[in-house]
C-alpha cells in the first residue's frame, strides 16, 4: 500500500523546494519504491495506511478501497456556518484492495511463496501503470501560481473514516457544509 | 502573437540549456542507479543539508543537481566529461547498460571485463569477447526539432496565455516554458522511480552491496548512434516511452528497452563460477612440498580448470582438491591406499601435456577415492626426503621416471629413479655403518633407502644372513633378492612396475606412507625392519651348501655337517638358482662372506690351539731342538 501511496504522491507533488528522494526497500517484496522526503507528508501518509490496515483486520476478507485526491481551494465563501471552502479535485486516484487471509494447506510454503511471487509481480505492475498514467496526462496539472505553497493540497480517504454508521454521516455532512457541491472532472 | 523565429536570442538560450540539462539529468539519473560506484549509497537528507550544492537555488548559477527540482547524489564520473563530449543536442544519447560476465581466474590473454566501458567518442566495439557482455537495458533520450516553427507549439502557447488571463505573449511564454518545466519535473520524477523498478537494478544492488567476488559486473557505454538489437534480442526486450514533450521548437523523448528477465543470464554457462583457491598455496601444513608451482610457464598450457567446491585450507582435503585441477592424470588402483575423489577425475594423460606432478602425496591426510581408470604416469615426490617439509614446496622436474609406475602397480607413493648413482655408490661404499644418505634418500629412490637399511640391519649382528644383504645395487637398474622361490617372480613383477620392495609387508608400508609424514614413513620403515622376522631359513640353507661348496675350495680344513651335506643334497634344485643369483654378488657380500669365513678360520684356529694346548699338557713332551 505504501509503494503505490508513494508513487502516486511522487508523481504528482509540487515541490518548490529541492526534492530529496529517498529510496525505501519493500519489506516482503524486492521492490525498492521512493518517498518525497517530507516528513509531514509522510506521518499522514503512514497514518491513513494505519488506519486501512487496522479497518482490514476487523473487516477479514472484505473489499477496500483507498481514495487519493487532489485538488485546488477554490473560492472561500463566507457562509453562516462557516467559511465555505470549494475543493476542485482535478486528480483522484482509487486503490481498491481485497485483502484475504491464506487458507492452510498442506503445502503452505510452497503456496506463500509462490503467492508472494504473484503478488510482487502485481505490484510492480500497478506500479508501472502509475508512471504511465502519471506521463501520459500532465495538462490537468494547475500551475503551481503561489509560491508559497509548497504542495498542492491532498486528501487520502479510507474506508475507516466512513464506515462507522455515525462517523460516515458526519464526515458527508460536514463536507457538504465545507466544500458545496464538488464539480465534475474534467 | 505568434512567435517569430527570430526571438530573442537569450529565451533559446534559455531553450538550449535546459535541453541540455535534460541530457544531463537523463544521465545521471541513469548512471546513478546502474553504474556501480565506491562511494556508500545510504544518504540521508541532512547530507543534502550540509552539501554546499544544495544551499545554492538561484537558476542561473544553479547546481547540476538542482536542475528539474530532484537532488541527486554525487555525479559520476561520466558526467564529467560530458558537456565536452556532447556537442550538439541534435544527437542522441544512447546508454547501453553492459552486463559483463567474466571467469574468476584472470586470465592474461583475455582482458579484464571490470573495466569502465564508456566511450563518449561514439561507435567503438567493446574490447571484449562476445559472449563475455550482453546489453541488458539501452536508455534513448533525444531532441527531435521541429523542420519549421510549428503552429502546434504557438497554439501552445497562445493557450498558456489564455490560461493565464490573456496575457502578453511573454507572459504566455512565460507560462509555458513553466509548463514545459513542470512537465520535465514529473517525468524525471517518473524515470527515477522506474528505473528502480526494473529487473536490472536488482542485480545492481546485488553487485554494490555484495563483498564477494562475482562473475558479473555491470558497465555502461554512452554513444551516440543506435545499434539495431538482433531479432532474437528484441523479442526477450520490452519497451517503455515516456510521453514525449514539446519545447517550444522541438520534442524532447526517453526511452528504453530492458531485458524481460535477467534468469537466462544467470543461468548462461560461462567461465566457472565457483571460487578456486590459489593451488600452490604455501604455508598450509597439508600442501605437498613437492608440488610443482602452478606459476610455472608449463603449468599455464594445462587445460581449463575443473571447478570445484571450495574446501578449507586446514582441512584434510585441501591437497587432493587442490591438486586435480592441474593434476592431469593420478594412476590408482584398488590395491592402494591413496584414493582420489571421484568428482575430481580429470580425463585420461593424453589430454595433458604438463609434466608437473600430482600433488597429492602421503604427506597430506588427504581422504580421496581412487579411480581404477585413472592412470598414473607422474612424478611422484620421494617419502624420505629430508628436505620435505610442509610448508617448502619443491621443485621437482618434470621428466618422467624410466621405472614410472604404470596402471596396475600396487605402490605409487614411492618416489621414482631419480638418477644418482653416484650418491648410491658412495653409500655402498661404506662399511659396517649405517648411513643413510640423504642425498641419496632425496633422489627418491625408494628401492635404494630400503636397500641400505637393510644393509644396516645385517651387518652389525653378525647374523648368518648375509645373503639377505647381498643384493646392493649399484644402480637403479638391479634388482634385489626376493625371499622365497617364488620371490623372483615377485621382484620381477615389481621391477615390471618399476619398484622394488622386498619385503611382505610392503602394503602395509604403503598404507601408512599414504596417511604419514615422510619422516614417519622413514621410522616405520625402520622399525619394521628391525622388528621383521629374518628372511626365510630356506634362503640362508640353500646358500649355505653353496657357501660351504665355496668354503672347500677355499679353506679345505674346514669340517663341516654330513647335515649340511644332505642339505645341499635335497636343495640341489633350488641351489641352481640361487647360484645364479650369488654369482652375480657385489663386493660388499663377497668381502661379507670372506669376513666371515675369516671368523671362522679364526675360531677354528682357537679350538686347535685350545685342544693342542691340552694334549701337550697330557702327553709326553717333545723337546724342542
Known amino acids: 500500500m505504501r509503494c503505490v501511496v508513494y508513487c502516486i504522491q511522487l508523481s504528482s507533488i509540487e515541490h518548490q523546494d529541492l526534492f530529496k528522494p529517498k529510496d525505501v526497500e519493500c519489506e516482503h517484496f524486492e521492490i525498492t519504491y521512493v518517498r518525497c522526503g517530507d516528513h509531514e507528508i509522510e506521518k499522514k501518509i503512514d497514518e491513513k495506511i494505519d488506519q486501512f490496515v487496522g479497518w482490514v483486520e476487523k473487516h477479514p476478507n472484505r473489499k477496500g478501497q483507498i481514495c487519493l485526491s487532489f485538488y485546488e481551494v477554490k473560492n472561500k465563501h463566507a457562509t453562516w456556518f462557516g467559511s ?26 510452497e503456496e506463500s511463496s509462490s503467492r508472494q511471487a504473484a503478488l510482487e509481480s502485481s505490484l510492480r505492475e500497478v506500479l508501472f501503470q502509475i508512471i504511465r498514467f502519471a506521463n501520459e496526462r500532465k495538462d490537468h496539472i494547475p500551475t503551481v501560481q503561489n509560491s508559497e505553497i509548497i504542495s498542492f493540497p491532498y486528501e487520502i480517504s479510507t474506508p475507516s473514516s466512513s464506515d462507522s454508521s455515525f462517523g460516515w454521516h458526519a464526515d458527508v455532512l460536514k463536507r457538504m457544509l465545507q466544500t458545496g457541491h464538488p464539480s465534475m472532472l474534467s | 502573437m505568434a512567435t517569430s523565429p527570430s526571438h530573442s536570442s537569450p529565451e533559446s538560450a534559455i531553450i538550449e540549456q ?11 539519473i541513469i548512471l546513478e542507479s546502474r553504474s556501480p560506484y565506491v562511494s556508500s549509497r545510504n544518504y540521508s537528507v541532512d547530507q543534502f543539508m550540509s552539501s554546499p550544492s544544495s544551499s545554492c537555488s538561484s537558476s542561473s548559477s544553479m547546481p547540476r543537481d538542482k536542475w528539474f527540482n530532484l537532488a541527486l547524489r554525487d555525479c559520476p564520473a561520466a558526467l564529467e566529461n560530458f558537456d565536452i563530449w556532447r556537442k550538439s543536442n541534435l544527437d542522441p ?5 553492459v552486463l559483463i560476465r567474466r571467469p574468476l581466474v584472470p586470465d592474461v590473454a583475455r582482458p579484464l571485463g571490470g573495466c569502465l566501458l564508456r566511450n563518449f567518442s561514439g561507435n567503438r566495439d567493446l574490447a571484449l569477447e562476445p559472449k563475455s557482455w550482453k546489453i541488458v537495458e539501452r536508455w534513448i533520450v533525444q531532441y527531435e526539432r521541429h523542420k519549421s516553427s510549428s503552429s502546434k507549439n504557438h497554439k501552445e502557447i497562445r493557450k498558456c496565455g489564455t490560461k493565464n488571463n490573456g496575457g502578453s505573449s511573454c507572459s504566455s511564454e512565460t507560462a509555458f516554458y513553466k509548463k514545459t518545466y513542470e512537465r520535465y ?22 553487485l554494490n552491496s555484495s563483498g564477494q567476488i562475482c562473475p558479473l559486473s555491470l558497465s555502461h557505454r554512452i554513444s551516440s548512434s543506435i545499434q539495431p538489437f538482433t531479432q532474437e534480442d528484441e523479442a526477450k526486450m520490452n519497451q517503455f516511452t515516456f510521453v514525449p514533450i514539446d519545447t517550444p521548437r522541438g520534442r524532447l523523448s526517453l526511452s528504453v528497452q530492458y531485458l524481460r528477465t535477467l534468469e537466462d543470464i544467470r543461468s548462461e554457462p560461462s567461465a566457472p563460477l565457483s571460487l578456486q583457491f590459489i ?27 575443473v571447478s570445484f567446491t571450495r574446501q578449507h585450507s586446514w582441512s584434510n582435503d585441501h591437497g587432493a582438491l587442490a591438486s586435480v585441477s592441474h593434476c592431469p592424470s593420478v594412476a590408482c588402483s584398488e590395491a592402494r591406499g591413496i584414493r582420489c575423489n571421484p568428482s575430481l577425475c580429470l580425463p585420461p594423460l593424453t589430454h595433458h601435456n604438463d609434466h608437473s ?4 602425496s602421503e604427506s597430506q591426510n588427504a581422504a580421496v577415492t581412487h579411480k581404477n581408470n585413472m592412470s598414473f604416469d607422474e612424478f611422484w615426490p620421494s617419502p624420505f626426503s629430508p628436505t620435505s617439509s610442509p610448508s617448502s614446496p619443491a621443485h621437482l622436474p618434470g621428466q618422467r621416471s624410466p621405472n614410472a609406475l604404470q596402471s596396475g602397480s600396487s ?11 653416484a650418491s648410491q655408490t658412495q653409500a655402498y661404499s661404506s662399511e659396517g655403518k649405517q648411513q643413510i644418505k640423504m642425498d641419496t634418500l632425496r633422489c627418491g629412490n625408494y628401492r635404494t633407502g630400503l636397500t641400505l637399511v637393510k644393509h644396516h640391519r645385517g651387518f652389525p649382528s653378525g647374523k648368518d644372513d648375509t645373503e639377505k644383504l647381498a643384493e646392493l645395487p649399484s644402480s637403479s637398474t638391479q634388482r634385489p633378492r626376493s625371499k622365497s622361490s617364488s620371490g623372483l617372480s615377485l621382484s620381477d613383477k615389481f621391477d615390471d612396475c618399476g619398484f622394488a620392495c622386498p619385503f611382505a609387508d610392503y602394503k602395509d608400508v604403503t598404507g601408512s606412507c599414504n596417511r604419514r609424514s615422510p619422516d614417519a614413513v622413514i621410522g616405520a620403515v625402520v622399525r619394521m625392519l628391525t622388528t621383521a622376522a629374518p628372511l626365510r631359513q630356506g634362503l640362508s640353507d640353500l646358500c649355505r651348501p653353496s657357501q660351504v661348496f665355496m668354503d672347500e675350495s677355499l679353506n679345505p680344513c674346514v669340517q663341516h655337517d654330513q647335515d649340511n651335506t644332505e642339505q645341499s643334497e635335497c636343495r640341489a634344485s633350488t641351489s641352481e638358482i640361487l647360484a645364479s643369483v650369488l654369482l652375480k654378488s657385489k663386493t660388499a657380500a663377497e668381502g661379507l662372506e670372506e669376513l666371515r669365513r675369516y671368523k671362522e678360520m679364526k675360531e677354528s684356529i682357537l679350538k686347535r690351539g685350545a685342544s693342542w694346548s691340552s ?8 723337546c724342542r731342538q
Open chain 2, 279 to 305: 593451488l600452490d598455496y604455501v604455508g598450509s601444513p597439508t600442501t605437498d612440498p613437492f608440488r610443482r608451482l602452478k606459476s610455472l610457464p608449463s603449468a599455464r598450457s594445462s587445460p581449463p580448470l
Open chain 2, 411 to 421: 605402490q605409487i607413493d614411492i618416489a621414482k629413479a631419480c638418477p644418482n648413482t
Open chain 2, 357 to 360: 606432478p600430482p600433488v597429492i
Open chain 2, 93 to 97: 544519447l544512447v546508454i547501453d547498460i
Open chain 2, 185 to 206: 519535473i514529473i517525468l524525471f520524477r517518473s524515470l527515477y522511480v522506474l528505473i528502480r523498478l526494473l529487473p536490472m537494478y536488482k542485480l545492481f544492488r546485488e
Open chain 1, 84 to 109: 465555505k471552502i470549494e475543493r476542485l479535485h482535478w486528480e483522484q486516484w482509487y486503490i481498491n484492495l481485497h485483502v484475504l487471509n491464506p487458507k492452510s494447506h498442506e503445502n503452505a510454503s
Open chain 2, 615 to 622: 694334549d701337550v699338557d697330557s702327553g709326553p713332551k717333545v
Open chain 2, 18 to 28: 535546459v535541453i541540455t540539462e535534460f541530457f544531463a539529468k537523463s544521465l545521471h
